[in-house]
């Protein structure tokens, strides 16, 4: 099966705003979706980019690091990042085991 298959991402621009739709699973073999996906949309310069999380069926290690490079992508590009519709396994994982913060993410986008 192809990563495709397993993750699909829609981007949608408003304005200054960017949404990225995940739907599917992230994982060692989809994460490199989304880098690309976050790269094309941090393309176009928004001020904002809304990670839409409502249709992730799965999320390994890997996707969380994924996740979590995305933030870094985000402040490097001077973009505030925002996540949506977060499952509570998913939530409930980010805080209680959150990343290390780089020291140059901005409290905002801390875990």
Do not use: K, W
Not at 1 to 6: I, N, S, T, Y
Not at 32 to 42: D, E, F
């Amino acid at each position: 099966m192809r990563a495709e298959d397993l993750l699909q991402t829609h981007i949608v621009c408003y304005r200054d705003t960017v949404e990225l739709r995940l739907t599917g699973e992230l994982d060692l073999a989809t994460a490199p979706l989304l880098h690309a996906a976050a790269t094309t949309a941090l393309s176009t310069h928004p001020r904002r980019l809304h990670l839409n999380l409502t249709g992730l069926t799965f999320c390994d290690h890997t996707g969380l690091r994924a996740l979590h490079q995305l933030t870094h992508q985000a402040h490097t590009a001077h973009v505030s990042l925002h996540l949506t519709g977060l499952h509570p396994h998913l939530h409930r994982t980010l805080t209680q085991h959150p990343p290390t913060p780089s020291p140059h993410t901005p409290p905002a986008l801390r875990y």
